[in-house]
């Protein structure tokens, strides 16, 4: 179903030829629109090309993972996580925006004291070790996932979620 409107979206991009040039910047916003206005629900997804874009920016050694194993790895997370925008908290907080984004801030979200208390900032190291052993690295949360063990898979399903969740690269 997704990937059939992405599908449909590429196409339309190659139509207009248009869309794959910026990495995602909505070039197609009214140019008195406020930058920080909240994107509409109806913003178009991210073509394949501009996800594929947004895979190579990313720093080594995520810039070469593998979308699709991610995908599937996420399949792991997705009973108790969404991650497209403005998506609902389910077991766990919805993970739009979770790079660069406080540890436990997501708004609306009754989070464990572990995790309120952690002080850091999500980036592709912490979630990493989060990843490996979730209460091993934060004793006290709720988050009840064992963890996954293989190196690879986590690469591959961080450089998926930087992908699929509003990640920006440091300015240019
Ligand atoms: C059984 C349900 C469950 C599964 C499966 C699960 N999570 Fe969670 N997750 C939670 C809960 C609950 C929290 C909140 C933890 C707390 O407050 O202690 C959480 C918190 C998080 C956070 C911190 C978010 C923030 O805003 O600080 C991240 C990141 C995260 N999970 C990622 C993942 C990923 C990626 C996967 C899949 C590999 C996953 N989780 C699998 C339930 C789950």
Redesign the pocket.
């Given at each position: 179903m997704r990937s059939l409107k992405l599908a449909a979206v590429a196409a339309l991009c190659v139509a207009v030829s248009a869309c794959s040039k910026d990495g995602g910047s909505s070039s197609e916003a009214p140019a008195d629109a406020p930058a920080s206005a909240p994107t509409p629900a109806s913003a178009p997804a991210p073509t394949d090309a501009e996800k594929a874009a947004a895979l190579a920016a990313l720093p080594a050694p995520y810039n070469t993972g593998d979308l699709s194993n991610g995908q599937s790895?996420?399949a792991?997370?997705?009973?108790?996580?969404t991650i497209a925008q403005g998506g609902p908290d389910?077991?766990?907080?919805n993970?739009y925006g979770?790079f660069g984004?406080?540890?436990?801030?997501?708004a609306g979200?009754?989070?464990?004291?572990?995790?309120?208390a952690?002080g850091f900032v999500?980036d592709a190291q912490q979630?990493d070790k989060?990843?490996a052993d979730?209460r091993g690295f934060?004793p006290?949360?709720?988050?009840?996932?064992a963890?996954?063990k293989n190196e690879k898979d986590r690469i591959d399903?961080?450089a998926y979620?930087k992908v699929e969740t509003g990640y920006q690269p440091a300015a240019k």
């Open positions: 790895k996420f792991l997370c997705r009973s108790c996580h389910l077991t766990g907080p993970l979770v984004r406080k540890a436990g801030t997501k979200y009754s989070y464990s004291d572990a995790v309120k952690a999500w979630l989060w990843l979730p934060m006290g949360t709720k988050m009840t996932f963890g996954i399903l961080i979620l």
